[in-house]
Every structure is written in structure tokens, then in C-alpha cells.
């Protein structure tokens, strides 16, 4: 009963991964056979089954939105001139890709995860790195291994608040801990994210005519100074503000030092490194009479709504509560739901930034109608194979509504897992935490579904439950730089549909090793506290 459990971690990983099949196919095909196996050999009654797949469906329509939203801003500064204003703001800080990378997908990536969550970071950056010549799988799979670190304590604390609910014991004094535990370990794992993400670009995107050495090794000083001016400041943060800030703060902190840094040049190598650049790319050398303020604004007014709509109770219900487009109890089950409060989703901020962008920039509306359009039409292909996976993950998580008095496939994967690894449980909670995103594309569904398991085997094991937790949501946030809808999202923003199996095999390696050193350190913390 393994590995039909496994069903849906193993055939997509097979027609993705290994088959390079393209998602719009893959993910239909593993819906469909995980679909048949809950039905026939799980046992999900019908009802459950059907029910399934319609909040998978409603699921999907969040997700598109959000996608609408990232994309028609992007497409709105686009037509305005926007982005050419940004990326030369980029180039007055620093021309050097990898110094690009850190600022534009790790830290402002890292601001918006604080501020948003739901996988908005890669689709916000991806497109940016683009706009100053990065090529598109640098781009995605740069801005998705970015958005890992940040996602621990997501948007306003939700991995943590909510993701950890279901534990006995929650309380917020208890998620406090839980929270500076997690900067705790990110000071072994999170401080390297830097290095990671340089490493990656140069060695996976690196033009065969660019290649040289010390391409990496001249920028450990500089990475891990901005690394661990983001983990410090988050332990910080963390044990003097509480948890629900961390993400923000920290990457605020860190952007200063980077920004800093960068445009003085300290700790840097003196020949700015361009060996990704793509050969169709060319430098805009035109005047601009745009000001930085201006074209940044439609962002800036991002990240301010979203705060608004998360920290100021007035306007946090009236976000939550005028125009709730949730479903529940569908088909008359109850645990089948689907949430979509529209104007607390980061779709609709995103695209009344796109419409603020008209009013800061001074463009006519047409901006925004074509932009509205060109996004419109390059998502019909990215829908399809988001629908099969949502379909296939809501068909995973609801199979304990069964016929045949199982558990759900992820209690039965955790049940066994933790059985047969119990004596090593600080190196593998992470994984299971890691395993749980990578399918149902969220850290908090991974908290939520796993946490109660990973108490348990904690209170059995004698580990400490906080330290076990901790690693929970570290894996859970790791697990995001390759969960499938992620990848498929922020492909579609950069124009790669069809491309995600490769994304996701240069994704894999980086989310392994974050899960490594986390339990690795927990390895540590045990030893020496």
C-alpha cells in the first residue's frame, strides 16, 4: 500500500522528471491515474472522489488569479516603461549577475513571500531577472530556490499560526519558540542561500565562451555577509518581535546591507561577472524620463496593500469577508473546502497595482488593457496542467475519506516513514516536511497535514517537539523551490510551459541539501545545548 500511496510524488516525478514529459500532459495523466487508484484500490468513495476534484478546480481559479495578477502587472510596466526604468536602477547598484541574483530573487523575493506567500515571489522576480537579460530557466529556477527561507514563516506568520494548529499543545507562546528555533537552524542552512543561488548560476547557466574560475569563490565574502545578515537578523527579530514579521524584516535588514554593499563595492570581485547573460540581450542605453520612484511605485504599493490587508484588523475583515468566493462543504462533505476571499488574494493586489501603475506613471489605460490581454492569453495552457494538479493533490490529501477505513495516503506515508526511521527522526522530519509541499504545493498544507505526526513521533522518540516542528517547516519551506504547481506557475510567467521537468531536476539538489544542513544542525543543537 506503499507505494500507491507514493502515486502521487512518484508518477509525476516520472513523467516530469525522468520522462521530461511536458506538465500540460504529465499532470493530466497522474490525476488520472491517482485518481483511479484511490478509487479502486484506496477505496475513496465515490462522493469523496468527485468532491475532490471540483475543489481542485475551484483551487485552481485562486491560483490563476494570482497568476493573472502577477502577470498583467508585469505586462502593464512593461507597456509603460517601467521595467527599463527598474533594470537600470538594477545596473546603477551593480551590472554583476550574481549580485543581481541575491538582490532581485533572494531578498526582494524574500520581501514579497513576507507580505504575500501563495508561490507569488517566483512570479514576481522571474520576470524581472528576465527584463535584465537573464535567460528564462536561470530566471525561474533561480527565483524559486529564492523563495525557500522567507516561506518558513510566510506571509505574516501563517506557516507557523496556522500550519501548526493542529498540534494538542498550540499556543502562541508556543509558536514563538517554534519560531526562534527555526532561525536557529536557518543559521546553518538559510545563511547559505547565497552561495547556493550563485553557484547555481554559474555553474548550470554560465555561456560556454564565459567560462572561468573564481567565478564563485571571489563572491563567498560578499554572499555571506548578506546571508547571515538576513539569518542573524531574523534570530533577532524573532526572539525580540515575535515570528509573524521575521520574513519582512529580515529581508528588509539584509536589502539594505546588500544594496549597500553592492553600490560601494565593498567585498566584491572589481570585474563585474555577465556570463549568463542571454545572446539576444541588449543594454537600453535610451534617456529615461521616468523616475525611480515612479516605476517602482506600482511595487512598493504591492507590499504596502498586503500588509494592509493583514495587519490592520478593519481593513483585514472587510478583505476577508466582502466578496468570499469560498466553497464549502462541496457536495455536501464538510472536510471538502475551498477558500478564495478575493480581495484578500494577492491576484487582486496585484492587479490593482497594475491599475495604481496608471496613475503613478501617467499612461493611458490602454497600458493595462493590453497587458490584461497578452496575460489572458499566454496562461490557456498553463490552466490545464495547474487543474490536474490541484485535482490530484486534493485527491491525495482527502483520501482518508474512504470506503475501506484507512488513513490518507500523506498519515499513511508519515506513519510508515516514521516507524522505520524513528531512530534518525532529526535528519528525516524535514524530508517529510520537504515531501508534503513538493505535493500539495504549500508549507502550511505540509504543517498542517504532517505536524500532528511529527509531535507524536517527537513525544515517543524524546525528542523535543519544538526542535522536531522546526524542522518541519524548514522542510516544508524547502520543499517549495520544486513543488509542482510552483514550478508550473512561475514557468508560465516566463514563458517555459512545457519546460518544468527541467526546472525541476536543477531545483531538486538545492532542496535536499537546505533539508540536509537543517538537520544536520539539529544534530548539532542536540550535542552541545
Not at 156 to 177: C, H, K, W
Request: with cysteine.
Amino acid at each position: 500500500m506503499l507505494l500507491i500511496a507514493l502515486s502521487a510524488i512518484i508518477i509525476p516525478f516520472l513523467f516530469l522528471v525522468l520522462l521530461n514529459i511536458p506538465a500540460t500532459k504529465g499532470m493530466p495523466l497522474s490525476a488520472l491515474l491517482v485518481g483511479l487508484a484511490a478509487y479502486f484500490i484506496w477505496g475513496m468513495s465515490p462522493q469523496a472522489l468527485f468532491s475532490s476534484v471540483l475543489q481542485g478546480a475551484h483551487k485552481t481559479l485562486t491560483i490563476l488569479w494570482i497568476l493573472f495578477g502577477a502577470l498583467v502587472l508585469l505586462n502593464t510596466l512593461q507597456r509603460t516603461g517601467a521595467i527599463k526604468r527598474i533594470n537600470r536602477g538594477f545596473t546603477y547598484i551593480s551590472g554583476d549577475m550574481r549580485v543581481q541574483t541575491v538582490i532581485i530573487a533572494y531578498l526582494f523575493g524574500s520581501l514579497i513571500e513576507g507580505a504575500a506567500g501563495f508561490g507569488t515571489p517566483a512570479m514576481v522576480t522571474a520576470p524581472l531577472m528576465i527584463a535584465i537579460g537573464f535567460p528564462p530557466a536561470a530566471a525561474v529556477t533561480l527565483a524559486l530556490i529564492s523563495d525557500s527561507t522567507a516561506v518558513s514563516f510566510g506571509a505574516v506568520g501563517t506557516p507557523i499560526s496556522v500550519g501548526l494548529s493542529n498540534i494538542v499543545t498550540s499556543n502562541p507562546d508556543f509558536f514563538r519558540e517554534i519560531g526562534q528555533t527555526i532561525t536557529i537552524l536557518d543559521l546553518f542552512a538559510g545563511s547559505f542561500l547565497p552561495v547556493l543561488l550563485i553557484y547555481v548560476l554559474t555553474r548550470f547557466f554560465t555561456n560556454a565562451q564565459e567560462k572561468e574560475k573564481g567565478v564563485l569563490r571571489s563572491m563567498l565574502p560578499w554572499a555571506l555577509v548578506v546571508g547571515f545578515s538576513y539569518t542573524w537578523s531574523a534570530l533577532a527579530y524573532a526572539f525580540f518581535f515575535g515570528y509573524e514579521f521575521v520574513s519582512i524584516l529580515a529581508s528588509i535588514t539584509a536589502l539594505a546591507v546588500a544594496s549597500i554593499t553592492a553600490a560601494r563595492g565593498w567585498l566584491l570581485p572589481k570585474k563585474e561577472w555577465k556570463g549568463a547573460l542571454r545572446s539576444d540581450f541588449k543594454e537600453d542605453t535610451e534617456p529615461q524620463t521616468m523616475s525611480l520612484l515612479a516605476a517602482w511605485a506600482p511595487y512598493i504599493a504591492v507590499v504596502i496593500l498586503l500588509l494592509l490587508t493583514r495587519i490592520v484588523p478593519p481593513i483585514h475583515h472587510v478583505a476577508t469577508t466582502a466578496f468570499d468566493l469560498s466553497w464549502n462543504n462541496i457536495l455536501g462533505i464538510k472536510e471538502v473546502h475551498s477558500e478564495w476571499k478575493l480581495l484578500y488574494s494577492p491576484g487582486t493586489i496585484l492587479t490593482v497595482s497594475a491599475l495604481l501603475a496608471l496613475i503613478f506613471q501617467r499612461t493611458p489605460a490602454e497600458a493595462f488593457i493590453w497587458g490584461a490581454k497578452i496575460s489572458l492569453r499566454s496562461m490557456k495552457t498553463t490552466a490545464i496542467a495547474l487543474v490536474a494538479t490541484l485535482i490530484m493533490v486534493q485527491v491525495f490529501s482527502n483520501s482518508g475519506l474512504t470506503t475501506k477505513d484507512l488513513v490518507s495516503m500523506p498519515e499513511y506515508i508519515a506513519q510508515a516513514f516514521s516507524g522505520s526511521l524513528g531512530g534518525i527522526w532529526l535528519a528525516a522530519a524535514p524530508f517529510l516536511g520537504e515531501l508534503g509541499s513538493f505535493i500539495t504545493g504549500s508549507g502550511t498544507v505540509s504543517n498542517l497535514t504532517f505536524s500532528p505526526i511529527q509531535f507524536d513521533v517527537a513525544m515517543d522518540a524524546g525528542l523535543d517537539p519544538r526542535l522536531v516542528l522546526a524542522l518541519q517547516v524548514i522542510g516544508g519551506s524547502a520543499g517549495s523551490m520544486m513543488c509542482i504547481h510552483n514550478v508550473v506557475a512561475a514557468s508560465a510567467v516566463v514563458g517555459l510551459a512545457g519546460k518544468e521537468g527541467e526546472i525541476i531536476r536543477k531545483t531538486v539538489a538545492p532542496a535536499i541539501l537546505y533539508s540536509v544542513l537543517a538537520g544536520l544542525a539539529a544534530y548539532l543543537i542536540t550535542l552541545f545545548f
